[in-house]
Every structure is written in C-alpha cells, then in structure tokens.
C-alpha cells in the first residue's frame, strides 16, 4: 500500500517538473522580476490592510526555476519564487506590502546517514516581494531572479544544490523556506 503510493507521489511529482519545464520552454516564463541582489536589501512596506493579512502567514515554501531573462540561447539564473501559507497551506494573498527575502545557495553532500546536507555556500544575497503573486510562477509572478554569474560555482560542482531563503514580515516574523527538489546551479542546456 505504501508503495503504491510513493509510486503515485512519484508520478505526480514529475508530471508537475515536466509541466514546469514545458511552460518555461514555450516562453511562458515572467521576465519582468527583480534581480536579487548580493548587498543588504530594502526594509517592509507600509501597506496596513495587508499586513493583518499578512499576519496569518504561518510558514513559507520556495520553488525554483532556471530562466533565460536575456534572449539568448543559454539560461541566465533562476527565478526564485517564495510563497506565503497559512495554517491550511492556503497561499497568503497580499498586495502591496515590500519585505525582504534573504537567499542562500548551498552545494550539497552525502551525509553518513545517508541524507543530503549543505556543503559550501555559492550565494547569499536578499531580494524584495510586494505580492503573493511573486511567489507563484502560474500567476505571472516575477519572483526574483539570481543570475548565475553571482553564484560562486565550480567546474568540479554538481549542476544542483540546495537553497534556504527567509522571508522578513512587517510584523518582525521571520519565515524560512528550503526547496526539496534541488536548485539548478549552473545552465541545464
């Protein structure tokens, strides 16, 4: 029984990988996010309405896409798109309140137990979001992108690694996100 439905999670996992990568392949990917930047960022904005809103925001989750910003033939970076959820895992649909979000990439390794765990930090810079849609690709969020000319990267790395972004609230809450399918750290084409 158990199998049966890891199987299923599998299967449902990569028809969602594969959707993804169609729709960046077809150029239904957003171009008009910001680019993460390696100095410190902005702080919260002041939009009150939201930020009770906000207030309901229980944890975070990130996901990552390689994207080509530059219309060239090779991916530039990734866009990274944190989103908010709430105590149901329902998206927090906000509006207009700046925050900023603190970036890590990392290089992974094999553990002893056998689990993956951080090895050398490539990248740490911070970026802003102003609305929920910059944490959803579906609804032409912009994310934030993190070219990969800024992440220190060597030959010898494996293509994907691991990254940690936390998320500043208006309200001083700090809500940390880690994506589990891997983070493309060098072009994929």
Same mark, same amino acid.
């Not at 609305?131 to 609804?139: E, I, R």
């Given at each position: 029984m158990m199998a049966k439905f890891k199987a299923r999670r599998f299967v449902l996992t990569s028809f969602g990988v594969c959707l993804v990568l169609l729709l960046l392949a077809g150029g239904c990917g957003s171009?008009?996010?910001?680019?993460?930047?390696?100095?410190?960022?902005?702080s919260p904005g002041d939009g009150k309405s939201e930020e009770g809103l906000l207030s309901k925001a229980t944890h975070a989750t990130v996901m990552t896409v390689p994207a080509n910003w530059? #219309? &060239?033939?090779?991916?530039?970076?990734?866009?990274?798109?944190p989103d908010l959820k709430d105590a149901n895992d329902q998206t927090v649909q906000y509006e207009g309140v700046q925050m900023k979000v603190d970036i890590e990439i990392w290089t992974t390794k094999m553990g002893d137990d056998f689990k993956t765990k951080k090895d050398r930090q490539v990248y740490a810079g911070s970026g802003t979001i102003d609305?929920?849609?910059?944490?959803?690709?579906?609804?032409t969020g912009s994310g934030i992108k993190v070219p990969f000319s800024?992440?220190?990267?060597?030959? #010898? &790395?494996?293509?994907f690694g691991l990254i940690l972004v936390r998320v500043h609230l208006p309200n001083g809450k700090v809500l940390e996100a880690q994506e589990d399918m891997g983070v493309a750290l060098k072009p994929t084409k």
């Open positions: 171009d008009s996010g910001s680019t993460a930047s390696p100095a410190p960022g902005s530059e #219309s &060239d033939a090779e991916e530039d970076g990734i866009i990274v798109y609305s929920w849609k910059d944490g959803n690709f579906m609804f800024d992440m220190k990267v060597r030959t #010898s &790395d494996d293509p």
